[in-house]
C-alpha cells in the first residue's frame, strides 16, 4: 500500500502543480482584464468631467448681438428673453462636442457592472445625472421670465426695461422664479458666483478621488497581493475578499 502510494506521489503532485498553474493563469487573465477597465473608468470619468466643466463655462459675450439681432425681437421684453437665451442657452458645437466624449460614458459603466464593483458604478451614473441637471438647468433659466428680482449678474448696469407681459399668464410667482434662479444657476454655470457657489464640481471632485480609491484594488501590482488572490482563489466561498 506504501509503496503504491510513493508511486502515485508524483503524479498527485503533478496534477496539483498543473491545477496551481491553471488556477494562476486564470488569476491573471482576470487581473489583467480588471486593470483595464479600471484604467479605462478612470480615463473615461476624468474625460467627461472635463468636457461637462467646458460644457458649463459661460457663453462668450462675442457674437451675443449678432444672435440676439437674427431672433427678431419685435418689442422690448422679446429682446431681454432673447438676451436671457443667448446667456442660459448651450450652444449646439458645445453640446455637440461634448457628447461626443459622454458616448464613452455607456461602455464604461457596461464594463464596471461586470467586473468591477457597485459603487465604481454609482460614481458614472454620478457623471449622467449631473449632466441631466445641468441640461435641466439650461432649460428652467430660459423659461423663467424676464424681472428686476432675477438675473444675478447683469450684462450691465442698465434698469431691465419695460415689458408687455402680462404677469396674470405667469405659471410661477416672481418669488418661485428666484428661488428657481438660485437652485439652477450654480448648476448650469462653472465656479461660484456671487452667493451662487458651484455645487457641481466639487462634487465631481470628490467623486473622482473616491473613484480613485475604488479603483485602487484593481490596479494594485503587488505581487503579494496577487498570491493572496491566488490563494482565496481555490475556496472562493470563504474569500471575504471577493471583487
Partial sequence: MGLNFLKLLPVIVGFFLFLA?????????????????????????????????VLRERNPYAGSSEWIAAQRPENNYRHYLARRDWMYRIPENKL??????????????????????????????????????VKKASRDLMSIHPSRDVDPERWDDDPIPETDYDDSDD????????????????????????????????KIAQDQMELHRLC??????????????????????????RR
Fill in 171 to 202: 405659471p410661477m410667482t416672481p418669488e418661485e422664479e428666484l428661488a428657481l434662479e438660485k437652485e439652477q444657476f450654480p448648476i448650469r454655470f462653472v465656479g461660484p458666483i456671487k452667493d451662487y457657489p458651484d455645487t457641481i464640481t466639487a
Fill in 96 to 133: 455637440e462636442a461634448f457628447e461626443a466624449i459622454y458616448k464613452e460614458l455607456s461602455p464604461a459603466e457596461v464594463l464596471a457592472t461586470v467586473y468591477l464593483a457597485t459603487p465604481v458604478v454609482a460614481k458614472l451614473v454620478g457623471l449622467r445625472i449631473a449632466f441631466m441637471q
Fill in 21 to 53: 498553474g491553471l488556477l494562476a493563469w486564470r488569476q491573471q487573465l482576470l487581473d489583467k482584464r480588471k486593470f483595464e477597465v479600471a484604467e479605462q473608468v478612470l480615463v473615461t470619468y476624468a474625460k467627461v468631467a472635463e468636457a461637462l466643466r
Fill in 216 to 241: 485602487q484594488p484593481y490596479t494594485d501590482i503587488n505581487p503579494y497581493s496577487f498570491l493572496c488572490r491566488l490563494c482565496l482563489s481555490l475556496f472562493p466561498r470563504l474569500n471575504l475578499f
